[in-house]
């Protein structure tokens, strides 16, 4: 059981969700992703709460909820593998195949 909280400020962090979601059950686990070359907060983040009765009063109450200066955005995390297949036809990144110079030769 997870939730997604999006629209954080990015002073925020584990102990200040871990505080907001302790109102409404268990907090059984807090993650806040980071960028990583500045290492701040990327502006959202992941709750897990004890029950799925715990985790739907947080969302209701939560969502669209204004908190230190935004309005969050709180529903249940979608799976990984749920997100779409981003690349799977060897796209994505622009892969440079390394095959046909088309005409670059110099010589």
Do not use: C, H
């Amino acid at each position: 059981m997870s939730i997604y909280v999006g629209n954080l400020s990015y002073d925020v962090t584990q102990e200040d969700l871990s505080g907001i979601f302790a109102e409404y059950g268990t907090v059984k686990r807090v993650q806040v992703p980071t960028d990583r070359e500045t290492g701040r907060p990327r502006g959202f983040a992941f709750v897990e709460m004890g029950t799925e009765a715990e985790e739907a009063a947080a969302i209701e109450a939560l969502d669209g909820a204004e908190w230190m200066g935004r309005d969050l955005k709180v529903n249940k995390a979608k799976p990984k593998e749920d997100r779409g297949d981003r690349g799977s036809f060897g796209g994505g990144r622009g892969g440079y195949s390394g095959g046909g110079g088309g005409g670059r030769n110099r010589y």
